[in-house]
T-cell receptor
Framework: GQQVMQIPQYQHVQEGEDFTTYCNSS?????IQWYKQRPGGHPVFLIQ?????EVKKQKRLTFQFGEAKKNSSLHITATQTTDVGTYFC?????????FGKGTRLHILP | DGGITQSPKYLFRKEGQNVTLSCEQN?????MYWYRQDPGQGLRLIYY???????QKGDIAEGYSVSREKKESFPLTVTSAQKNPTAFYLC???????????FGQGTRLTVV
């Protein structure tokens, strides 16, 4: 069945350093969504990517969808303490969405 | 204010008892979902509904039941058949199936 793998599981960075999380699917995706969940909170939608090779930016966040539509990445430039949380990708294939297990980002002051 | 509301935030039950978690949305969304979140496991889909009076099993439906009698409401019952019910349960809705999802605050269920 369809699987979505996300790496790394945990990431500790110094404030100001960059951060990247990667998402890989076993099957071709029709789209991919990214969510952020703050500690103790609920997931909040960040963005959806649909097109092959698509790149979208939101301030310090850059999202990419691979050419084969089987992988995606989220890159944060110059992390801040407000970036703390778990970042999930969610890939849509066939008629279901599968969430990755998430990458928990911890910022060291 | 439009949104999706789950209640209660914390719930304690004795083993062997059924318990129903509430989820209400006033976003006029057609699709609603229930996810279970365990540490290190991400979000796993329990049930989803694309339209009133219709719902489908997700990846971990065993031991759970749902109903969708009204567009606004999608309650989840955790039955005594669910072997490991202690978890964080998240309800979500979207305009149409599998589009951008809006999540509720979650219900943390502890079964003792």
């Amino acid at each position: 069945g369809q699987q979505v793998m996300q790496i790394p599981q945990y990431q500790h960075v110094q404030e100001g350093e960059d951060f990247t999380t990667y998402c890989n699917s076993s099957t071709t995706l029709s789209n991919i969504q990214w969510y952020k969940q703050r500690p103790g909170g609920h997931p909040v939608f960040l963005i959806q990517l649909v097109k092959s090779g698509e790149v979208k930016k939101q301030k310090r966040l850059t999202f990419q969808f691979g050419e084969a539509k089987k992988n995606s990445s989220l890159h944060i430039t110059a992390t801040q303490t407000t970036d703390v949380g778990t970042y999930f990708c969610a890939g849509r294939g066939d008629d279901k969405i599968i969430f990755g297990k998430g990458t928990r980002l911890h910022i060291l002051p | 204010d439009g949104g999706i509301t789950q209640s209660p935030k914390y719930l304690f039950r004795k083993e062997g008892q059924n318990v129903t978690l509430s989820c209400e949305q006033n976003l006029n969304h057609d699709a609603m979902y229930w996810y279970r979140q365990d540490p290190g496991q991400g979000l796993r889909l329990i049930y989803y509904s694309q339209i009133v009076n219709d719902f489908q099993k997700g990846d971990i439906a065993e031991g759970y039941s749902v109903s969708r009698e009204k567009k606004e409401s999608f309650p989840l019952t955790v039955t005594s058949a669910q072997k490991n019910p202690t978890a964080f349960y998240l309800c979500a809705s979207s305009i149409v199936a599998h589009s951008e999802a809006f999540f509720g605050q979650g219900t943390r269920l502890t079964v003792v």
